[in-house]
């Protein structure tokens, strides 16, 4: 038997390559220019973005990759090499600078002709696109379908699963050619989760793929896309994450509560945490929810389980998500649009799966220990509010 059981093993750990768990062992953390900057972002912008980064902590929290979304794309030369624009003087110098700061750099394309702004895609370019970007020093590719999508129509009109198919070869192809380029890079996948991304986007190479249409910055569209990730747990593991899109923390029209919220939702997920707010403008209040220790670990747990939804119901959720320390991560959000209302939230550790006067519970947003929690406890919490716990026996 046992003969058998060691290839067995073998088998299951390496049905991800090794590269993969390796690059991204942990969600990947960084910034991207989309959510503040979107068609305005510069080289300017980005050298900003990385030296506020640098000095406002969040490196040390761990934001490494600095992420240049849309629109830096110019034409390709006679030979087919794509350049960037004039907002984009010196890709090589800033990726470089970049680097200096002991950051990473990331960058956007499209398998298809174009971007989702318009600007040129990879198509018919991937290997060429891919050493371009390996030469240039970038560390990380998002890959967003946009205009693939008439393709696939023009292709298979009406014929969904061979759109799919088309969808899921050119998701590899652009893998393939990254790994022929020889620079490990973080592999994005951006198709808003059609065709059921996390069945199918880690064997194209995918690290991380958006399970989601494009998040906005309100509480709806966050906590929407939060509660829509329930069941999805069983997909993400170290190297491979769901991503249910950046982070819209301090991006302006969110309350501290809502940002508390949306901050404790990502890290229950094992989000990777892309921030995409305006650095130049951060307050301490954003800063300190972006780069709260404690939270940040949650997300980052080694062990990379995904949390999952445990109780729902009455303007209520529970979320529980297992930590590598053998404690439980436990999270518990209040949903109601009532205006000045502090709510009494109960928690029965029975359904966190802790039998009675056995847990002893620290809140991790207060950084304070609670001691051992009641057989029933009540957490009163404001409007949008979320309380993130750790559980530990
Ligand atoms: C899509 C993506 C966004 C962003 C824009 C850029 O909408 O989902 O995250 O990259 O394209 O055009």
Redesign the pocket.
């Known amino acids: 038997m046992r003969r058998y059981l060691l290839p067995l093993v073998a088998l299951v750990l390496t049905s991800l390559p090794l590269s993969a768990q390796k690059l991204a062992a942990t969600p990947p953390m960084g910034w ?1 220019s ?2 503040w900057f ?2 305005k972002v510069t080289d300017a912008d980005i050298r900003k973005a990385a030296d506020l980064i640098v000095s406002s902590g969040m490196r040390d929290a761990g934001y490494v990759y600095v992420n240049i ?3 830096w794309q110019g034409k390709r030369d006679a030979s087919g090499v794509i350049h960037a624009n004039e907002k984009f003087p010196d890709m090589e110098a800033l990726a470089d600078y970049v680097h200096s700061k002991g950051l990473k750099i990331g960058i ?1 394309s499209s398998p298809g002709p174009q ?3 318009h600007y040129e895609g990879s198509y018919g370019h991937e290997e060429q696109d891919a050493k371009t970007y390996a030469a240039w020093g970038m560390d990380y590719l ?1 890959y ?1 379908l ?1 205009s693939f999508r008439n393709n696939m129509r023009q292709d298979h009109p009406n014929d969904i699963p061979a759109q799919n198919k088309m969808m899921r070869d050119a998701y590899e192809k652009m893998h393939q050619a990254l790994l022929k380029a020889g620079r490990p890079v973080v592999y994005s996948l ?1 198709q ?1 989760g059609f065709d059921q991304s996390w069945q199918w986007a880690p064997k194209v190479g995918g690290n991380l793929w ?1 399970t989601t ?3 906005r910055a309100n509480y709806d569209s966050m906590i929407l896309i939060g509660l829509s990730q329930a069941g999805l747990s069983k997909y993400a593991g170290p190297g491979h994450w769901n991503d249910p ?2 982070l819209e923390v301090g991006n302006g029209k969110m309350t501290h509560e809502e940002d508390v919220s949306h901050m404790t939702m990502w890290s229950m997920l094992a989000a990777p945490l892309i921030a995409g707010n305006n650095l130049t403008q951060m307050n301490d209040d954003v800063r300190s929810v972006l780069t709260n220790k404690e939270v940040v670990a949650v997300d980052q747990d080694k062990l990379g389980k995904q949390g999952d939804r445990i109780f729902s119901g009455d303007e209520t959720e529970i979320w529980s998500r297992p930590l590598s320390d053998g404690s439980v991560a436990l999270a518990i959000f209040n949903l109601s649009h009532d205006q000045n209302v502090m709510r009494g939230l109960r928690l029965h550790l029975k359904e966190a799966g802790f039998p009675a006067g056995t847990a002893h519970a620290r809140d991790l947003w207060a950084g304070k220990d609670l001691g051992m929690l009641k057989d029933t406890d009540v957490f009163t919490l404001p409007r949008h509010g979320a309380v993130l716990l750790k559980l530990s026996k």
Do not use: L, S, V
Request: proline letters at 0%; hydrophobic letters at 20%; glycine letters at 4%.
């Open positions: 991207n989309w959510n979107a068609g979304d849309d629109t956007y971007t989702c702004a998002k967003d946009c951006c808003y958006r249409d494009d998040i899109d950046m």
